[in-house]
């Protein structure tokens, strides 16, 4: 299959690539990765006028902490972020989850930026951010702005990110002590997308208590979808198998699934419960409690 | 449409091309280069038989653009032999006969020999990891597995 044609740039800086997103506007895409980009051009299922390639952008790609908060440069392949301990120490939520994402072939060129700013909501690392409470950094021609992860996503493929944006880092909270965070996702087989996921992140007290739960679902409705009622739910109660079995309920009905080839809105629904349990589970074990 | 040059280094040769911006990876080696070692198999990245090394590591061909190899250094099935000599996942398929019908060894070899250059004795977790990627509907990957364990040692002791 071959995409239909296009004229390619290749950015050499940020700024050579925001003008060019803004010569072109609607007509041009960003090419980072490319892992689903290229499929739908290549599928005919979109098409643009320009690619404008941010791949070889070097000050796109980092991993650092610094002032409370774990930044991530939006052109970091899944590959480093697989490999990195700082990712491996901090959010147990997104080393359980790269390693799911799609194939190790894959995961050497797909960027976390494209995964995230793609607005699929079959992408798993949507929910990870929104349950980690990150904020997104885009910086178009008047400069940079933040994004809350939680705001970001408008509707199936739609974000926030103007025209002429481009997402150049993710700022994570580090969490603090007594935190923990997972991903449970279920697929049918390597390199396919979730029939349901669900990504934890919890912070407890002294005392044992959730002080924050982030929640979140993958593939669960035309966003990722933040499950606000079930982390309202699990604030300051200690949890039990019967806390955690109302929370993962309230979790799953946050999610409007359609039916399709991976199952019924009853299975899906059902598989987000589930999932959302031995998430949470997961992660309250993580963050040393019972 | 403009065409773009390119300057890629294919299996250690420095070789130019002349290419259309939407010209896949794949095509630029089997139809450009003429290298058809390399195989076009499900053409929507999920069966792997396209891979090559595209600066060491293994990508799916057919879902990169020909013009973002430039100036990168790209590695075949064609180039594993060295002098005459097989590379050592080359020669441990042989041995454990690690193929039938053989449409999807290419990627295979290209996949598990960049393995090997990074983890010197891969678990068998880690080999059915790194091959996930990779489809095989014949052989089944029991015999892969045991192929990649034998070049492993061969190469590595």
């Known amino acids: ?290 | 449409m403009a065409k773009h040059k390119i300057s890629v280094t294919v299996n250690g040769a420095a070789r130019e091309a002349e290419v259309e911006s939407r010209l896949l990876l794949v095509h630029l080696i089997r139809e450009v280069f003429r290298l058809t070692g390399t195989h076009v198999g499900c053409d929507t990245s999920h069966c792997g038989v396209c891979t090559v090394l595209l600066d060491g590591q293994p990508v799916k061909s057919c879902t990169v653009l020909a013009v973002q190899a430039d100036g990168c250094s790209v590695a075949t099935v064609e180039g594993l032999e060295q002098g005459g000599k097989l590379h050592a996942v080359q020669e441990a398929f042989t041995e454990k006969h690690a193929l039938q019908c053989g449409f999807c060894t290419p990627g295979m070899l290209m996949t598990t020999s960049a393995l090997l250059e990074r983890n010197k004795s891969p678990s068998e977790q880690q080999i059915r990891e790194a091959i996930s990627g990779n489809l095989c509907r014949c052989t089944g990957y029991l015999n892969i597995v045991k192929a990649v364990q034998y070049a492993a040692e061969k190469m590595h002791g």
């Open chain 1, 1 to 290: 299959m071959i995409p239909a044609p296009f004229d390619y740039h290749r950015a050499g800086s940020l700024e050579e690539a925001i003008g060019l997103l803004s010569r072109y506007k609607a007509d041009a895409k960003l090419l980072s990765g490319g892992m689903s980009l290229l499929p739908t051009l290549k599928l005919r299922l979109g098409s643009f006028g320009h690619l404008v390639d941010i791949s070889r952008i070097a000050s796109l790609e980092y991993i650092k902490e610094e002032k409370g908060m774990v930044r991530i440069g939006a052109g970091t392949r899944q590959c480093t972020l697989e490999r990195s301990e700082l990712i491996r120490s901090k959010y147990g939520v997104l080393a359980d989850a790269v390693p799911l994402i799609a194939d190790p072939l894959v995961r050497n060129r797909g960027t976390i930026g494209g995964n995230v700013a793609n607005g699929d909501p079959a992408n798993d690392e949507p929910a990870i951010i929104i349950a980690l409470g990150a904020e997104l950094v885009a910086r178009g021609p008047k400069g940079e702005r933040s994004i809350p992860a939680n705001r970001f996503y408008k509707d199936l493929f739609v974000t926030d990110l103007k025209a002429d944006e481009i997402l150049v880092e993710l700022r994570i909270p580090v969490p603090p002590p007594r935190s923990g965070s997972a991903y449970r996702k279920l697929k049918r087989k390597t390199g396919d997308f979730a029939v349901a996921a669900v990504a934890v992140q919890l912070t407890l007290d002294a005392k044992g208590a959730v002080e924050r739960a982030g929640i979140a679902l993958t593939n669960a409705a035309p966003t990722p979808i933040e499950a606000v009622e079930a982390s309202k739910f699990l604030a300051g109660k200690t949890p039990s198998e019967d806390v955690i079995a109302k929370a993962s309920r309230l979790a799953a009905d946050a999610g409007a699934p359609s039916a399709d080839r991976r199952g019924s809105v009853e299975y899906k629904r059902e598989m987000a419960r589930v999932l959302a349990a031995r998430a949470l589970r997961a992660a309250l074990e993580r963050a040393g409690g019972k």
